[in-house]
């Protein structure tokens, strides 16, 4: 996954197998969700899919 100069991107439909993230999720279905990287640290918001259903994604990672 590439972050923008601002240190963010965002997790779509067209590209949620090419992070971690969307991998990890994309066992179970499709997820949505922006990352940020500010301030020491990770932050990734959105939604995930687990068997057809979308479960609120909130994971803050302190670097």
Do not use: C
């Amino acid at each position: 996954m590439t972050l923008e100069k601002n240190m963010e991107t965002k997790i779509t439909e067209n590209n949620h197998l090419d992070s971690e993230v969307g991998l990890y999720f994309g066992e179970h279905g499709s997820v949505e969700a922006q990352v940020f990287i500010k301030d020491g640290w990770i932050r990734i918001i959105g939604f995930g899919e687990v068997y057809g259903k979308k479960y609120p994604i909130k994971i803050n990672f302190k670097l």
